[in-house]
């Protein structure tokens, strides 16, 4: 160990060997998590710590994973978890990794689904973020996922495990619904693949080259074949004025308000996110 190996100056390195790949603000906020996982520290402890001596396997650790990252892998990969809703989520390569909208999605239903003993489902199961968190948020909420990819359903069974919640999953795919026997329930759920093919090329690298592509894409001829199909589900499978929400692509707000107008939909809302954009729409089965 060197004297330099302080926590400081580890941040410093960490951001210096990454400055090519990556903004200012993320090789800080990346500086820090790698911190937080390998010593264990709060942020605020990293913060009132930082003349403190980082032991040689502690710091040969952090470097691994730093020359890991200038491979574009996404962090939550190389750590294999990531926070979602206060709570930790063990993610992998047939996962997607949850962002900040999913999240918002999450406390809407949360805040506006206080009442005891619903029943849910999530459709596009994931890491479990969505499922796992709802049920974590509403008292005695029964809740079901599911999801075409096994893998993605371990992953997520593991983390409901973790976070000491009980979820029935179900390994179906929602395109071929009416192959099989569902519930009825008070509320659907679902963040399903939604950007188009034409997209692909505004996407990050790291995104294309490690995230599960059959939970972000859909073909350019028909982006609103989930909605559709979830939609037409819900008729059948939500109770009287049982409530749908959906994460959305934001450039398709008004495509996505118009269907389900056309299937019968009530008090439909197009939400925004925290920077405006149109990215959540919830609706109510009235018959």
Not at 14 to 20: G, N, R, T
Not at 160 to 181: E, S, T, Y
């Amino acid at each position: 160990m060197t004297p330099a190996n302080t926590i400081q100056s580890t941040i410093n390195y960490i951001k210096k060997e990454l400055a090519e790949l990556y903004h200012a603000r993320e090789t800080e906020s990346m500086a820090y998590i790698l911190l937080e996982y390998v010593l264990n520290y709060s942020k605020n402890q990293i913060q009132l710590n930082r003349t403190e001596n980082i032991g040689e396997d502690h710091f040969k650790q952090i470097d691994t994973y730093t020359q890991e990252l200038k491979t574009s892998k996404p962090i939550q990969y190389i750590l294999g978890e990531t926070e979602f809703y206060d709570l930790t989520f063990k993610v992998n390569e047939h996962t997607l990794i949850p962002r900040q909208e999913t999240e918002e999605l999450v406390h809407a239903i949360i805040k506006e689904n206080q009442q005891k003993a619903l029943h849910i489902l999530d459709i596009g199961t994931g890491s479990g973020c969505i499922p796992i968190s709802l049920a974590k948020n509403i008292q005695n909420a029964h809740v079901s996922s599911a999801d075409i990819s096994a893998e993605a359903i371990e992953k997520a069974k593991e983390n409901a495990l973790l976070n000491q919640v009980d979820i029935n999953f179900f390994h179906r795919d929602i395109l071929n619904w009416k192959k099989f026997d569902w519930d009825n329930f008070d509320i659907i759920v679902s963040n399903p693949p939604y950007v188009t093919e034409a997209e692909k090329c505004k996407m990050d690298k790291n995104v294309l080259d490690h995230e599960p592509h059959t939970a972000l894409f859909v073909s350019d001829h028909d982006p609103l074949i989930f909605y559709r199909t979830i939609a037409e589900f819900a008729l059948q499978y939500l109770k009287k004025e049982g409530k749908l929400y959906f994460e959305i692509n934001e450039s398709l707000g008004r495509e996505m308000v118009e269907l389900l107008e056309q299937k019968g939909f009530a008090k439909i809302r197009l939400l925004q996110d925290i920077n405006g954009k149109n990215r959540m729409v919830s609706a109510i089965k009235s018959h």
